[in-house]
């Protein structure tokens, strides 16, 4: 199936690190996203990472990729109070012999920083 | 560089009536995605578009949504008639490169539709 969890909600403190976990479905997605939504608004691209690396770091921003657990992690170092949002992580398995690249989302993780 | 554009930002319809929706994509953008958003849950692919051409339309409630994107540029999103269920956003997205390549789906701020 097509089924992308998350964790549905998750509390920290203004510095403290936060860590959304992800497990994905699909061994053959070649690229795994993380995206964030603030309320009201679309979702922005946080960062991604290629099947083949284990880990991305970008600024605040890490990545823990476990392929043989399908599990996906973003870390987000001295977490912000303006980090409050809901997080989604997605897959994109290569369907229909590549010709189509849809994201398949899992159901969003709401992070809420406590100042 | 400007943003993917919707319209409107916000619908309220009966049921039974009908609805559409506009998205202008980022310039030079091929591909084009409309995704629909149920309260509480992540964005699910309804239609993709490469230029003009349907590359993914599996997910989509044919008896009741349409959609075109005339000349590869705009789309649009119809949906006749609504049903209760329908009530979600509607989030349009486009992106540079297609399969086989690292790419980024630039998402619109979407329309949010209530049918009562």
């Known amino acids: 199936g097509e089924d992308v969890e998350q964790s549905l909600f998750l509390s920290v403190r203004e510095g403290d690190s936060s860590v959304i976990n992800c497990t994905y479905t699909?061994?053959?997605?070649?690229?795994l996203y993380w995206y964030k939504q603030e309320p009201g608004a679309g979702l922005q691209l946080l960062t991604y990472?290629?099947?083949?690396?284990d880990m991305k770091q970008d600024q605040r921003l890490t990545v823990l990729l476990n392929k043989k657990d399908k599990h996906l992690s973003l870390r987000i170092a001295d977490t912000q109070t303006g980090d409050s949002a809901i997080y989604f992580c997605?897959?994109?398995?290569?369907?229909?012999?590549?010709?189509?690249?849809?994201?398949?989302f899992g159901t969003g993780t709401l992070l809420a920083v406590q100042p | 560089e400007a943003g993917v554009a919707q319209s409107p930002r916000y619908k309220i319809i009966e049921k039974r009536q009908s609805v559409a929706f506009w998205c202008n994509p980022i310039?030079?953008?091929?591909?084009l995605y409309w995704y629909q958003q149920i309260l509480g849950q992540g964005p699910k692919l309804l239609i993709q578009f490469q230029n003009n051409g349907v590359v993914d339309d599996s997910q989509l409630p044919k008896d009741r949504f349409s959609a075109e994107r005339l000349k590869g540029v705009d789309s649009t999103l119809k949906i006749q008639p609504a049903k209760l269920e329908d009530s979600a956003v509607y989030l349009c997205a486009s992106s540079l490169f297609t399969s086989g390549k690292s790419y980024e789906q630039y998402f619109g701020p979407g329309t949010r539709l209530t049918v009562t």
């Open positions: 997605a897959e994109s398995p290569p369907l229909y012999g590549g010709a189509t690249n849809k994201l398949i």
């Open positions: 310039s030079g953008h091929a591909t």
């Open positions: 990472i290629f099947s083949n690396m």
């Open positions: 699909d061994s053959s997605s070649t690229y």
